[in-house]
């Protein structure tokens, strides 16, 4: 009964997250799902992003959270749009939600929606949101067996950034071996090392962004 009970969810999130994506294609917009664990750094990473924006870019962020619109708070200071979802509890986000929250945006404004789910390794990873990719972040603080724990979430995610990097001198975090188990459970994913505090690897970053970006353009939207 449990298990038809969640069938029926994922297939009615599955059709929405659909319609996103064919209405990303149709209005040229690039989505990218980031999620971790609580306090990895996702809005620290998208607070380095929008400063490495120019003012006219046409970026937008939805962050979502369990409660609170801290996040929100935190982002909007960069002047671009950004919206706070508050699940009350959930501990994803859903296309539906997404849908909802942007009712009120005009897509040909936005060329990046950069989505934060909110943070947990294994829920986010079973809903589609109808992105382009999602990318999961791992800080140094976590421990470099988490790919192994949450296999999922880095066998969906084409980018991991591994987060909070200046730290590595502090703590015993084995850098290659986060890597190897990354790219045991998912032998594509892409690697990318940041520091948002120390502001490292953030070129890096965007540049992988930007490629995927142009990756995206042009692509069928299924
Ligand atoms: N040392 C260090 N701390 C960081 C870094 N990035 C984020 N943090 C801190 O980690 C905490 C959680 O960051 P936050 O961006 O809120 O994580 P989120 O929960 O994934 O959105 C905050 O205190 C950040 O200042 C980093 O690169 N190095
Ligand atoms: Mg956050």
Request: charged share 25%; hydrophobic share 40%; aromatic share 6%.
């Amino acid at each position: 009964m449990r298990v038809a009970v969640e069938e029926k969810v994922l297939n009615e999130n599955q059709r929405l997250a659909l319609e996103l994506r064919q209405r990303f294609h149709d209005h040229n917009v690039f989505c990218l799902n980031l999620i971790s664990a609580p306090g990895s750094g996702k809005t620290s990473l998208l607070e380095r992003t929008l400063e490495a924006m120019v003012r006219d870019a046409k970026v937008a962020v939805l962050t979502g959270d369990i409660q609170t619109e801290n996040d929100a708070r935190r982002l909007a200071g960069a002047g671009f749009p950004v919206k706070q979802i508050t699940t009350g509890g959930t501990c994803h986000l859903d296309a539906k939600m997404i849908t909802k929250a942007l009712a009120d945006w005009d897509l040909d404004k936005i060329e990046i929606l950069f989505i934060e789910n909110v943070g947990n390794l294994v829920c986010p990873s079973s809903y589609d949101l109808g992105e382009h990719a999602k990318v999961v972040l791992l800080s140094v603080t976590e421990g470099e067996d988490k790919p192994l724990k949450y296999p999922g979430i880095f066998l969906k995610s084409e980018l991991c950034v591994i987060n909070k990097t200046e730290l590595l001198p502090y703590v015993p975090f084995d850098l290659a071996a986060a890597r190897e188990n990354a790219r045991k459970v998912h032998p594509g994913i892409d690697i990318v090392e940041t520091s948002c505090t120390a502001r490292r690897g953030l070129d890096e970053w965007l540049a992988w962004i930007y490629r995927r970006q142009q990756k995206a353009i042009g692509a069928p939207a299924l």
